[in-house]
């Protein structure tokens, strides 16, 4: 499916164990960094995190949890053109509660690696339309896991990537989603472009903390959907 991005491919998983919808109150949309550099316990720590978030979820009513990992492939022969101009955005919506069973996350999360570079905006911004329709006028948090900083490739609009991240970004604020981000680093790193893009509350966290995060969202929302 194509986004709203030319460049930016969405791939819904088939693989649906349940049709009905379930109308909730709490969406909460989790983007997970699937790009090289996460690769091992960034991306080990960040899929726990976002299971034990979904895990809390299923055993409650009223709260919608979507895992999507985002990244990048290249399509065609080179036929001299750039990686730049060869990469495309991909993002894969790998789990939605309102749909799918926590089976399907046992039987296929394991299988997840990660896949080229960092496409942020552009991925967000593939999904945009998705995130608000499937969201019916229930609170909505878009929670992003990331190591990096976006790579300069697909339809920016003529901004640069970080600039067109914070935009998009923007826009989600502006229609009523709340923002919460970690850049996740196992040392100190400067957040100054990072918080550029996702808002001065953007947090540095250590992947061996990550299932803390998990707990503390947990408790916050399991309250609120009381």
């Known amino acids: 499916i194509i986004g709203e991005d030319p ?16 109308l909730s109150t709490i969406n909460k949309n989790i983007s997970i960094d699937a790009s090289g550099s996460m690769w091992g316990e960034k991306l080990r720590e960040s899929i726990t995190s976002a299971v034990a978030i979904a895990q809390a979820a299923s055993m ?6 979507q895992i999507s990992f ?3 492939a290249e399509f065609g022969n080179s036929g001299g053109q750039s990686w730049q101009i060869r990469s495309k955005c991909v993002t ?10 926590m089976t399907k996350i046992k039987n296929l999360f394991g299988h997840i690696a990660t896949f080229g570079m960092t496409p ?6 593939s999904i945009e339309k998705q995130i608000i329709q499937d969201t019916k006028g229930a609170e ?13 490739m697909g339809n920016h609009g003529g901004q640069n990537p970080i600039g067109f991240t914070r935009n998009v970004i923007k826009q989600f604020r502006e229609s009523g989603m709340g923002i919460i981000s970690y850049f996740i680093s196992n040392g100190s790193t400067d957040l ?20 803390q995060v998990s ?8 309250e609120k959907s009381k």
């Open 92 to 101: 894969v919506i790998a789990y939605d509660s309102a749909k799918d069973k």
């Open 120 to 125: 942020e905006g552009v991925a967000f911004k």
């Open 140 to 152: 909505c948090i878009f929670i992003n896991y990331s190591d990096g900083y976006p790579t300069h």
């Open 215 to 222: 707990r503390t969202m947990n408790s916050k929302f399991l």
């Open 70 to 72: 985002r990244g990048t």
């Open 60 to 65: 409650t009513s009223g709260i919608r949890v």
């Open 7 to 22: 460049t930016a491919f969405r791939y819904i998983s088939k693989e649906v164990e349940s049709s009905t919808v379930i």
């Open 192 to 211: 100054a472009r990072f918080k550029d893009m996702y808002g001065n509350d953007a947090e540095n966290i250590d992947p061996e903390n990550m299932f």
